[in-house]
């Protein structure tokens, strides 16, 4: 079965060792972090991706991608329903942004997906990351609904669902 693999990315699986190794793309913009999570990063942030997935979901669905001091990809089979992948984060290091970099990874996603059987790909991006935004819109995302998260302050983030028909 088709891997993954992005062009000028080093990306592999990332295993049960390579906490470290997500900490380290996470820890190079905490503050974007934040806003995607609506929660400070903390130091152990990596190990606590490793065996997150979606409520009611299994580990063997999940695809933690990772590259050294680069990227964090964390996808997961069938949520919310079967033919529906949901990318979970996609997260790349501040010197690499805004080079075409992420629109390759999203191609290679949507064809990686296609290849398992996959016929969507959903997020959730916040409202605030209107950078983001306009990146899956040009990307040719569909807004499906919009939804509000608690926030551990006691606040609320407004969050859109968005969907790539693949
Ligand atoms: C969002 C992200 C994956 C896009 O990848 P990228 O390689 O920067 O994107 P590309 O170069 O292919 O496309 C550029 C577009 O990405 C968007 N973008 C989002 N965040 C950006 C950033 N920090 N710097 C530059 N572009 C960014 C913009 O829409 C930009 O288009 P514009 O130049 O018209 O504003 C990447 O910027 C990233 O990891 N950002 C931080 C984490 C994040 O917000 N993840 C998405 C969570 S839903």
Redesign the pocket.
């Known amino acids: 079965m088709a891997e993954l693999a992005v062009e000028g990315l080093a990306l592999r699986r990332a295993t049960t060792a390579d906490g470290p190794a997500i900490q380290a793309v996470l820890d190079d913009?905490p503050a974007?972090w934040e806003?995607?999570e609506g929660a400070p990063l903390v130091p152990n942030e990596g190990e606590l991706m490793l065996p997150l997935v979606p409520p009611g979901g299994t580990i063997a669905n999940k695809h933690l991608f990772v590259a050294e001091g680069a990227?964090v990809i964390d996808l997961y089979a069938g949520y919310p329903q079967p033919h529906i992948w949901y990318l979970g984060?996609?997260?790349?290091t501040?010197a690499?942004?805004?080079?075409?970099?992420?629109?390759?990874?999203?191609a290679c996603l949507a064809a990686f997906v296609r290849a398992h059987g996959g016929t969507a790909l959903r997020?959730?991006?916040?409202a605030e990351?209107a950078?983001?935004?306009?990146?899956?819109d040009?990307l040719g995302f569909r807004h499906v609904f919009s939804k509000q998260r608690p926030t551990p302050s006691g606040g609320l983030t407004d969050l859109d669902v968005l969907e790539l028909a693949l």
């Open positions: 913009d974007t806003l995607l990227c984060l996609i997260f790349l501040r690499i942004r805004g080079e075409g970099l992420g629109t390759r990874v999203l997020l959730g991006v916040v990351n950078a983001a935004r306009r990146f899956y040009r």
